[in-house]
């Protein structure tokens, strides 16, 4: 692969086969300020135990199903939907593009008028990622006056120029499209491929029911179409993504013969709908896959 010096220091290099991969992290940080989708339960880690007490250190983890950079499995919408202990682990380890739809503004669709000048690099099989830049209002989510805030305001993460709720989103002829390609996983940097809920509502009306669940008082629900229909088709969602700016540079510097492969393994959880996960992308020969 050709060495790209924008590329830096968030990567990892471990040697692999005859090869070096460069490992890109596309995973946010669980901690317990993250954004959660209004009425799910917050993250904690807290120390259940430690090692100036008991001689070791255990902490409690507590979190939705669908904390940080998370899969959702068809179960998230479908009764008898597959849940993540039932898919094949070759769901998980597979080829993916990144496609820039940074340019799209806060709210505003991405529908398949956006996709088609890249179309002809989808290939069946492929995991195709959305970069809209959200990532980066990653912590711009906990108060009703987030998108207000100077960037300088002590405890504010990121510079507040837009709420994480107020992402763009993809209309339901993307998934059709996609699907029809021969797509079954699509990733997003943003907390939902759907519209998300205002944050107003998020910080004072949320009161349950997760991500197919109920909004700020007198609201209607949001339109799930973009999750109905890939986890409909048996497909699964990958969602608060981060570090794609990385990832699509390194895919733009690749040679021909490589690809970008993405691991976005679940635990092994009985049951589940969502996990997160811990997203990792790297480069390898094309075809070496098999
Ligand atoms: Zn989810």
């Known amino acids: 692969m050709r060495a790209n010096e924008n590329i830096p220091r968030l990567l990892l290099w471990l040697p692999a086969h005859d090869m070096v991969h460069t490992l890109i992290d596309l995973t946010q940080l669980l901690d317990t300020n993250i954004p959660v ?81 890249v179309a002809d690099r989808i290939r069946p099989g492929t995991a195709v990622l959305f970069r809209t830049g959200w990532s980066r209002y990653w912590g711009c989510s906990n108060t009703a006056t987030a998108t207000t805030r100077p960037s300088s305001t002590p405890g504010s993460r990121q510079p507040t120029a837009h709420h994480y709720f107020d992402h763009p989103w993809l209309a339901v002829d993307v998934a059709e499209q996609l699907l029809a390609l021969g797509v079954r996983v699509v990733g997003t940097d943003t907390m939902n491929p759907d519209q998300s809920p205002s944050h107003v509502s998020a910080v004072v009306g949320g009161d349950g029911g997760g991500d197919s669940g109920t909004e700020g008082e007198g609201e209607p629900l949001s339109d799930f179409g973009f999750h109905m229909a890939i986890l409909g088709a048996g497909g699964i969602i990958v969602e608060n993504l981060t570090n794609l700016d990385l990832l699509q540079a390194a895919q733009d510097a690749a040679e021909p013969d490589t690809e970008v492969i993405v691991s976005l393994l679940p635990l092994k959880i009985a049951g589940c709908d969502g996990t997160p996960i811990r997203a990792v992308a790297w480069l390898q020969h094309r075809g070496s896959m098999s």
Do not use: M, N
């Not at 917050?42 to 899969?71: E, K, M, N, Q, W």
């Not at 898919?87 to 597979?94: A, M, N, V």
């Open 37 to 117: 989708f209004p009425g799910d339960p917050p993250f904690s880690s807290r120390p259940f135990s430690s090692v100036s007490r008991d001689g070791y250190s255990v902490h409690a983890l507590s979190c939705s199903s669908h904390a940080g950079t998370h899969i959702d499995a068809p179960a998230h919408f479908l009764v008898d939907g597959a849940t993540v202990d039932q898919l094949p682990l070759s769901t998980f380890i597979l080829p993916a593009l990144v496609l820039d739809v940074s340019h799209k503004k806060a709210r505003e669709c991405i529908a398949w008028d956006s996709v088609v000048p």
